[in-house]
Each structure stands twice: as structure tokens, then as C-alpha cells.
């Protein structure tokens, strides 16, 4: 019976609204990280249904890592691209209520590789990704190493190929601009998937900033500052960022983030997470832009 009992509290508490003041209040008693208040919490009020489906990455522990060349390379204690390249460095973005966080992360990362690596400075289109990436499945999610192989094919830009699926609509695939200029595509090269802490920062401090996944547990969708670690609450699912650094704070090392949901969550989109927590050090993946 006391068995019995148990797994229904835990189903119940994975059935919860994710924003709630019980979670809040777990986070408070055991975690170092801020959470939001649930009434200044962007999510309070979205279904539960449209919050898992933001979780569109598909994780996937099979792709093969791919070759690592440290070269003598000490890493820095902390890094923030940010600071390393101003505004080559693109502002956060929103994805909406759909599962594209795979193409955000991956076409984030590679616009500012083209504006650190090339002459350049563009915006990549998420949307290009969603609506035409026929080895991923658009608002329903992708994987990290089809979206990167597709963009070795290339990419419009967001001006070119604005984003539409904030609803959740993955909609169709265009090959020509909506406002009628050139349907311009923009490529990378072969991806690379280190398996080392020390190879993802190698590139990302040579080369710029990565795309990273983890898997999301529901009090993630409460964080407000400091170094997320999992605390509390069940799995939402797989999501993809933007990683933009590293650090250590309170003696926590950590990953600093950038998020694609909007500027009314976290550190104004931004977030820190515990290196390793989550899955996130082996879920690493960036390729070189080409001019």
C-alpha cells in the first residue's frame, strides 16, 4: 500500500501544473538558484500540453562524438561571448508554443558564427529549418545532427524567411523570399560533436558560441537567476539553447545560456546551468560558417 501511495503522489505531482507554488516553494527549501514567483511567471497560465510541446528536442545518446584536437589548450576559468564579441553576439528570441527550440539553437549559434567568422552579420531564419528540414518534424521537434546537416545546405535569413510557428503551426516550405528579394542561403560546414568539456570550449571560445540540449524537469520552467541544478518536478522533455560560456559561481561551474523564450523569463532570456547537470555536457553541437 505504502508503495501504491508513493507512485500516486509522484503522478500527481508530474500531472501539476509546471509554474506552481509548490514547486516554487521546493526550489526556495533545497535549491542556491532564484526562482520566479509564480504571478511573474511568463508560463503561469499556458496548458500544460503547450509547455511540453515547447520541448522539441529529440535526444539522441547514439550520434557518434566526433574527433577532438586539444592541441595544448587551457581553458579559461570563465568565458561570455558576449563580452568576447559585442553585438556579433545576437539578441534572444522567442519560439512560441511550438517545438522548434532545435532549429532555434542551431541557427542562433550559426548566426553568430557567420558574424564572428565572416563579413557576414545575419540573422538565420529558424523557420527555413521547421518548415523545410524534412528529416526533422517541424513544431513536433527535431534532432541536433539533422538540423546541422541541414544547414550545410544552407539557410535564409529571418528577413528573407521570417518566423510563423509561434502557434504552434509548422507550416509549408518556401523557396523564395516573402518580401521578393534573393533567396539567398548561407552555409556551414560538417558539425562537430565534442565529447570533452575542454573541446566545447575550445570552439567556443575560438570560433563562437554552440548549440547545446538537455533534458527539462519542471522546475526549470521556474528559474529566475544564479545556477539552475534539477531540484524538483518530473520531465517536460528535450530542449535546445544557445551556449554562450562558462564560469563558476557560489562554487558551481556552470554553462551560461541563452534561451529562446522570450525576455520575460530568466535573467532576460539568459541562464545559468550547472555543468553536467541535466545531460547537457555531452549534448554539444557548432560547425564553422562558411564565407
Known amino acids: 500500500m505504502k ?29 542556491s ?20 510541446a515547447m520541448m522539441g528536442t529529440k535526444l539522441d545518446a547514439s550520434v557518434p562524438y566526433t574527433e577532438e584536437n586539444l592541441d595544448g589548450y587551457v581553458a579559461p576559468a570563465s568565458f561570455d561571448a558576449r563580452e ?10 522567442d ?26 552579420d545575419v540573422i538565420l531564419s529558424p523557420q527555413h529549418l521547421v518548415s523545410c528540414d524534412r528529416n526533422n518534424y517541424g513544431c513536433n521537434g527535431g534532432y541536433l ?24 503551426s509548422t507550416g509549408t516550405c518556401k523557396s523564395q523570399c ?30 563562437g558560441p554552440t548549440e ?6 519542471q522546475d526549470f520552467m521556474s528559474y529566475k537567476s544564479g545556477v539552475y541544478e534539477h531540484k524538483t518536478g518530473g520531465i517536460l522533455g ?4 544557445k551556449c554562450l560560456g562558462w564560469g563558476s559561481e557560489d562554487g558551481k561551474d556552470y554553462w551560461l545560456m541563452a534561451n529562446s523564450w522570450g525576455t520575460g523569463w530568466g535573467m532576460s532570456g539568459f541562464f545559468k546551468i550547472k555543468r553536467g547537470d541535466c545531460g547537457i555536457n555531452n549534448q554539444m553541437y557548432s560547425a564553422l560558417a562558411i564565407e
Open 3 to 31: 508503495i501504491i501511495l508513493i507512485a500516486l503522489f509522484i503522478a500527481g505531482i508530474m500531472a501539476m501544473h509546471p509554474v506552481n507554488q509548490q514547486i516554487v516553494d521546493e526550489i526556495k527549501a533545497t535549491a
Open 33 to 52: 538558484w532564484t526562482p520566479m514567483e509564480v504571478d511573474e511567471n511568463p508560463f503561469a497560465y499556458m496548458p500544460i500540453e503547450d509547455i511540453k
Open 84 to 93: 568576447e564579441w559585442g553585438k556579433k553576439i545576437h539578441p534572444i528570441m
Open 95 to 120: 519560439q512560441g508554443r511550438c517545438g522548434s527550440c532545435w532549429a532555434f539553437g542551431a541557427t542562433e549559434a550559426l548566426s553568430d558564427r557567420f558574424a564572428i567568422e565572416t563579413s557576414h
Open 145 to 168: 545532427d539533422k538540423a546541422w546537416n541541414f544547414m550545410t545546405k544552407g539557410v535564409a535569413t529571418n528577413d528573407c524567411y521570417p518566423y510563423t510557428s509561434g502557434g504552434g
Open 178 to 207: 516573402h518580401d521578393g528579394s534573393d533567396f539567398v542561403l548561407y552555409k556551414a560546414k560538417p558539425y562537430e560533436h565534442p565529447y570533452s568539456v575542454d573541446a566545447t570550449m575550445k570552439t567556443l571560445q575560438t570560433n
Open 212 to 217: 547545446a540540449a538537455f533534458t527539462v524537469y
Open 238 to 241: 528535450g530542449h535546445a539553447i
